[in-house]
């Protein structure tokens, strides 16, 4: 790491890190102690060289701590994590066992440490106290991970053959081997209904609604652990309906048309343009809280209905109301509407018959879609649909409290599919802390977060060789009003910087699509670029307020962030092979941001939730990922501190 060639003159006390002269003269000196006849291999290499080699000479200076790498490949616990037992939490037998504290009692005050009045027993002490996760047991969680350790083959399931051969071709890109992860062989019986078919009760045609709450820690695979069984229910039912109607064809056969022997050469009239009976009639409907997820979830959805067959439409405030509109009332019917609550309840508003044929209904990001914002919507939706559906999956990376409360009032019965590592952030992401209190930051968390950028980007760089490897990295801010400004200021710092939050007009699809490995889909109608007449056929769709796309039709778009007036004059320096997107939670929730290997948190995130959220877009699918958060005054350190903690230890969040 080259920190002696600091982008800004600001940084300057960086330079005073590296000491070339010792490593020279500490060569020297071993060199001298080498034997000149035979070279024999140090069985000690791994404690160093011993204190008499480098005496007289000046000490290393420790690794600085203050910077996104000061934690990264530790081999030894840091002291703060020492003191902290990584034993298996005390069963319910051994707790009864073990002596009680009485609350008052000076054994239990003794057990506190810390100014704080932290308890140093408890590594999670202040995650505890903001109470924004539900617990789950331990014993639960391994009990789970016994029953799925068995189903390692997606061809243990009852899928339609069309249907696992889809998987690996269209779903995953032509991935070899692959094999289901753990919400999938937990999801995909339970939606099948294989368990039922074990007890001899057989798939359900009909009857009682089913209810599923699937939780998965981020980027475990959640869309096709919902989206597989959904699809196979689809297919199913389309042949049951199929093999119905020919048995009612043989039963009661057509009479025969009588020839007319007058007309001979007559041609018969076209037949009217007959829709399809599932126009504007979906069965099944996918609720996201972003038009940016149903990109992403309709692009799958889309890849699989190539071999598959079915029909799928996406709706989103992307969207015109004339695409909207056209793919809605397609007169070739529709299978799957994946759309978000908002732009389906104005839908319905003006024709509430949309969701009268809906059999299985997903609430993706339930989290987000059942929070107070959201919950009135979402839950409208869910039971307009209830006469009709079969089965209700709601999924999501986080059981909140709330969500915990709403699932116990609502659906008391509902069967709760929770996979061993929920609330854990992915093992193999690594996460350092940068106090932007301490020099050279002094308080500029600006400065900090570009240098940070700045370090990581010429890492890549010097890994690739100069070549041209881009290094992605997403910076999360707490205030969407911040994004704007903040890419203005990495912009001066010469680093290639977007914004991208709820206000963003700007080629929004293009600059995610970097950072998904997406391509924007070239049928979609992007908003920033209203016609007259596009605009006027929004309102044709429904009344005045198709309410996500009309507003945002008229908004004019803004100038470019990129060279707006108010920009600072560009650096001398730049950085290259280094993307950056500020954004705000609006990207935190299911966007699969697979090319992305650093995540930088500019604020300390509100809660463990959204900790989870947001450094869940790296490490996805067990891939590597680094975050790096900036902590200043006024920020929770202890928080940050037990999440670090809990991290290096593979535990939940709680
Ligand atoms: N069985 C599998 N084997 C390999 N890769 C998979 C498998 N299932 C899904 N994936 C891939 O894993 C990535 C993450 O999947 P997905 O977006 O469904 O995660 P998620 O659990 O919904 O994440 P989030 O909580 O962030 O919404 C995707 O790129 C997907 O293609």
Not at 489 to 510: C, F, M, P, V
Request: with cysteine; hydrophobic share 35%; charged share 25%.
């Amino acid at each position: 790491m080259l920190r002696s060639l600091c982008p800004f003159c600001e940084a300057r006390a960086f330079a005073k890190v590296l000491n070339p002269s010792w490593q020279h003269s500490r060569t020297a000196a071993t060199l001298q102690k080498r034997k000149p006849s035979r070279m024999t291999l140090s069985p000690n290499v791994r404690r160093g060289p011993p204190p008499a080699a480098i005496q007289g000479e000046p000490k290393p200076k420790p690794k600085s701590r203050n910077s996104p790498f000061g934690g990264m490949n530790m081999t030894t616990i840091p002291r703060e994590l020492e003191n902290v037992s990584i034993r298996k939490p005390a069963s319910r037998t051994e707790r009864r066992r073990a002596p009680r504290f009485a609350k008052n009692s000076t054994t239990s005050q003794s057990r506190r440490g810390g100014k704080d009045g932290r308890d140093r027993q408890d590594p999670m002490h202040a995650l505890k106290m903001q109470r924004a996760l539900t617990n789950i047991s331990y014993e639960k969680r391994s009990r789970v991970k016994q029953t799925i350790m068995e189903r390692d083959s997606f061809d243990e399931f009852d899928l339609l053959p069309i249907v696992k051969e889809s998987i690996a071709s269209q779903a995953l890109g032509g991935m070899v081997g692959v094999s289901p992860t753990p919400i999938q062989r937990l999801a995909l019986p339970a939606l099948l209904g294989m368990e039922d078919k074990k007890k001899g009760r057989g798939r359900k045609q009909g009857g009682e609604m089913q209810q599923f709450l699937l939780a998965a820690e981020t980027g475990s695979g959640k869309t096709l652990a919902y989206l597989l069984p959904v699809i196979d229910a689809i297919k199913r039912s389309e042949a049951f309906e199929a093999r119905a109607a020919t048995r009612e064809d043989k039963q009661n056969p057509a009479p025969a048309a009588k020839p007319n022997n007058t007309q001979l050469f007559t041609v018969a009239p076209p037949a009217p343009d007959s829709p399809d009976p599932s126009t504007a009639r979906p069965r099944t409907l996918i609720l996201v809280p972003t038009s940016e997820l149903v990109s992403q979830i309709g692009n799958l959805v889309k890849s699989l209905s190539h071999t598959i067959k079915f029909r799928s439409a996406l709706l989103s405030a992307a969207y015109t109301g004339r695409v909207i509109r056209s793919r809605l009332f397609s007169t070739g019917g529709i299978d799957i509407v994946i759309t978000t609550p908002h732009l389906l309840h104005s839908v319905t508003e003006s024709d509430p018959n949309v969701l009268s044929h809906v059999t299985h209904l997903v609430v993706d990001e339930a989290d987000s879609l059942l929070d107070r914002s959201f919950s009135p919507i979402t839950s409208g939706i869910i039971d307009r649909c209830a006469p009709s559906l079969r089965q209700l999956i709601f999924c999501s990376a986080t059981i909140p409290r709330s969500l915990d409360s709403y699932m116990q009032k609502r659906y008391p019965a509902i069967r709760r599919l929770v996979t061993p590592n929920l609330h854990a952030v992915p093992r193999r992401v690594q996460l350092s802390v940068v106090d932007i209190e301490k020099v050279p930051y002094q308080g500029n968390r600006g400065l900090a977060c570009a240098q940070v950028v700045w370090e990581i980007g010429k890492e890549g760089n010097e890994e690739a060789g100069g070549g041209s490897r881009e290094k992605k990295i997403v910076v999360f801010v707490n205030e969407r009003e911040k994004t704007d400004e903040l890419a203005r200021y990495l912009q001066g710092k010469g680093i290639d910087a977007h914004a991208l939050s709820r206000d963003s007009q700007d080629r929004t699809e293009d600059i995610l699509a970097g950072f998904t490995g997406l391509l924007p889909s070239p049928s979609s109608t992007l908003l920033p670029k209203p016609t007259p007449s596009a605009s006027s056929t929004a309102t044709a769709i429904s009344p005045a307020d198709l309410a996500h796309t009309t507003t945002t039709t008229f908004t004019p778009p803004r100038p470019s962030t990129s060279r707006s007036s108010s920009s600072p004059p560009p650096s001398p320096r730049a950085l290259p092979n280094t993307k950056v997107l500020i954004t705000t939670d609006l990207l935190s929730r299911g966007i699969d941001t697979l090319p992305v290997k650093h995540v930088i948190l500019y604020d300390v995130p509100h809660t463990s939730i959204d900790f989870i959220h947001r450094l869940g877009r790296v490490g996805r699918m067990g891939r590597r990922g680094r975050g790096v958060v900036l902590v200043g005054k006024g920020d929770r350190r202890d928080v940050v501190r037990e999440v670090r903690e809990g991290m290096f230890k593979g535990m939940a969040l709680i």
